[in-house]
C-alpha cells in the first residue's frame, strides 16, 4: 500500500556524482523516518543516512562529508546526493520509509516500506 520509487543510480568514476530519489507514494497519512541503505555483493545492508521528519540527518561514518540526505516533506521524497565517489561505494542502493498510513475509513496503522534498489557502480 506504499510504494517507494528510487532513481538517480548509474555508472560513474572513481571522483564523481551521482543524485539519488526516492519517492514515496500511497494512502500515507504521515512519514516519520526515511533513509537510504547499500548493499553491496557479498555484504550485509548497511544503513547510509536516515533522515527524520524535522530534517535531522545521521551518516554512516564512511559517507560523512561526501554524502548529503535531505527531504522534501511534501513531495514524500528524499534525495541521496553523493560526491566524491568511491569504488567501495559500489552497492545497490535502496530507500525505506516508516510512517503511518490509511487502510480504510479511520483505520491506520504503521508502516516500514522499501524501495526496489538501485545500482551504483563506481569504476576506479
Known amino acids: 500500500q506504499v510504494q517507494l520509487v528510487e532513481s538517480g543510480g548509474g555508472f560513474v568514476q572513481a571522483g564523481g556524482s551521482l543524485k539519488l530519489s526516492c519517492a514515496a507514494s500511497?494512502?500515507?497519512?504521515?512519514?516519520?523516518?526515511m533513509g537510504w541503505h547499500r548493499q553491496a555483493p557479498g555484504k550485509q545492508r548497511e544503513l547510509v543516512a536516515g533522515?527524520?521528519?524535522?530534517?535531522?540527518?545521521n551518516y554512516a561514518d564512511s559517507v560523512k562529508g561526501r554524502f548529503t540526505a535531505s527531504r522534501d516533506n511534501a513531495k514524500n521524497t528524499v534525495y541521496l546526493q553523493m560526491n566524491s565517489l568511491k569504488p567501495e561505494d559500489t552497492a545497490a542502493y535502496y530507500c525505506?520509509?516508516?510512517?503511518?498510513?490509511?487502510?480504510?475509513?479511520?483505520?491506520?496503522?504503521?508502516?516500514?516500506?522499501w524501495g526496489q534498489g538501485t545500482q551504483v557502480t563506481v569504476s576506479s
Open positions: 533522515v527524520t521528519g524535522d530534517g535531522s540527518v
Open positions: 525505506s520509509a516508516a510512517g503511518i498510513l490509511s487502510t480504510g475509513v479511520g483505520i491506520v496503522r504503521n508502516f516500514h516500506s
Open positions: 500511497g494512502s500515507i497519512l504521515s512519514i516519520n523516518a
